[in-house]
Nanobody
Framework: VQLQASGGGLVQAGTSLRLSCAASGGTFTDYVMAWFRQAPGKERGFVAGINRAGSSTNYADSVKGRSTISRDNAKNTVYLQMNSLKPEATATYYC??????????WGQGTQVTVSS
């Protein structure tokens, strides 16, 4: 599967941003989807995940309550809605797909910069 992330940009603190990740080349409902992020000088870390049906989600504590992950299986796309953005959210955000046999795929990343 190929993953194409988009929607990043430069925004002010307190505003919102929605990231999208379009999948192609596979059966989208075979994949658990997630978002990870990596800030300069830091390791890549989990942000949010969603199961194949879109019925179950989980979040890192740092974004819980301010971010929502969702998926549209008809459009082969997963989203990350981020609200009340803080400067510490500045990072490159990566889309992630995983099969039940733990084959993992990464998108190319989209940059989010939050100015204070």
């Amino acid at each position: 599967v190929q993953l194409q992330a988009s929607g990043g940009g430069l925004v002010q603190a307190g505003t919102s941003l929605r990231l999208s990740c379009a999948a192609s080349g596979g059966t989208f409902t075979d994949y658990v989807m997630a978002w990870f992020r990596q800030a300069p000088g830091k390791e890549r870390g989990f942000v949010a995940g969603i199961n194949r049906a879109g019925s179950s989600t989980n979040y890192a504590d740092s974004v819980k309550g301010r971010s929502t992950i969702s998926r549209d299986n008809a459009k082969n796309t997963v989203y990350l809605q981020m609200n009340s953005l803080k400067p510490e959210a500045t990072a490159t955000y990566y889309c992630y797909a995983r099969t039940s046999s733990w084959d993992v795929y990464w998108g190319q990343g989209t940059q989010v910069t939050v100015s204070s």
